[in-house]
C-alpha cells in the first residue's frame, strides 16, 4: 500500500514566520507534487518535482519554495507566512514513467492558519 | 476556459438514488482519466480510474468519449455514505501533469 506521509496534520503560525511543511512517501516515486486547497478554488499546484533536486513551478509558487534532497521526501517552505498562506496544503506522489492508469496518492494534509 | 470542468452542485438526492456527474476536459492530448473522491476535511483518494471503454466497479460506472472530451460518473443505488466532493482528474503526461476539476458536491439524504 502507497503510503504519503505529512509531517503535521494541524499547524498554527505567526505573520512573518519560517514554515516548513515536511511530506514522506514510501514508494520510491520519482514525482511529488505541493498543492493547496482553499473553498471554492479546488486543488492549486504550488510546485513540483520529477527527480532530487529538481523542481517546477506550478500554478501558483508565489510565496513558496521547496527542498527535494532525497527521492522520498520533499518540504514546501513558505519564507515568510502570510495570512492568505492560510489553507490545507495537500502532498501527493505518483509514479514517473508510468502506466497511463498510473495516478497520484495524497498525503494527509496539513491544515496550517496564520495569525 | 478551465481546463477541466465539472457540473457545479451540490446534489442533493435520497437514497438509492442513481446520480450521473459530468465532467469536460480542454486538453485533447490528455492520457488518463480519473475519479476521485475527497471526504470533508479529508485527501483525495482515488475512486476509480477511467477507461476508454468504460468500466464498472460496483455501483460506479465511469464513462470516457475522447471525441467529446467528456467523461461521467454514474453511481446506483446511492448510499449515505457516498456523501463527499467527487473530484474529475485528467491527466497529460504519464504522471507529471495532474489537473484537477472543481470538484461536485454530493448529499445522500435518508
Known amino acids: 500500500d502507497v503510503k504519503v506521509t505529512q509531517s503535521s496534520r494541524y499547524l498554527v503560525k505567526r505573520t512573518g514566520e519560517k514554515v516548513f511543511l515536511e511530506c514522506v512517501q514510501d514508494?520510491?516515486?520519482?514525482?511529488m507534487f505541493w498543492y493547496r486547497q482553499d473553498p471554492g478554488l479546488g486543488l492549486r499546484l504550488i510546485y513540483f518535482s520529477y527527480d532530487v533536486k529538481m523542481k517546477e513551478k506550478g500554478d501558483i509558487p508565489e510565496g513558496y519554495s521547496v527542498s527535494r534532497e532525497k527521492k522520498e521526501r520533499f518540504s514546501l517552505i513558505l519564507e515568510s507566512a502570510s495570512t492568505n498562506q492560510t489553507s490545507m496544503y495537500l502532498c501527493a506522489s505518483s509514479l514517473y514513467p508510468g502506466r497511463v492508469e498510473e495516478t497520484q496518492y495524497f498525503g494527509p494534509g496539513t491544515r496550517l492558519l496564520v495569525l | 476556459r478551465k481546463e477541466v470542468e465539472q457540473d457545479p452542485g451540490p446534489f442533493n438526492v435520497p437514497e438509492g438514488a442513481t446520480v450521473a456527474f459530468n465532467c469536460t476536459y480542454s486538453n485533447s492530448a490528455s492520457q488518463s482519466f480519473f475519479w476521485y473522491r475527497q471526504d470533508c476535511r479529508k485527501e483525495p483518494k482515488l475512486l476509480m480510474s477511467v477507461y476508454s471503454s468504460g468500466n464498472e466497479d460496483g455501483r460506479f460506472t465511469a464513462q470516457l468519449n475522447r471525441a467529446s472530451q467528456y467523461i461521467s460518473l454514474l453511481i446506483r443505488d446511492s448510499k449515505l455514505s457516498d456523501s463527499a466532493t467527487y473530484l474529475c482528474?485528467?491527466?497529460?503526461?504519464?504522471?507529471?501533469?495532474?489537473?484537477f476539476g472543481p470538484g461536485t458536491r454530493l448529499s445522500v439524504l435518508p
Open positions: 482528474v485528467v491527466n497529460s503526461n504519464y504522471g507529471q501533469n495532474f489537473v
Open positions: 514508494m520510491d516515486h520519482e514525482n
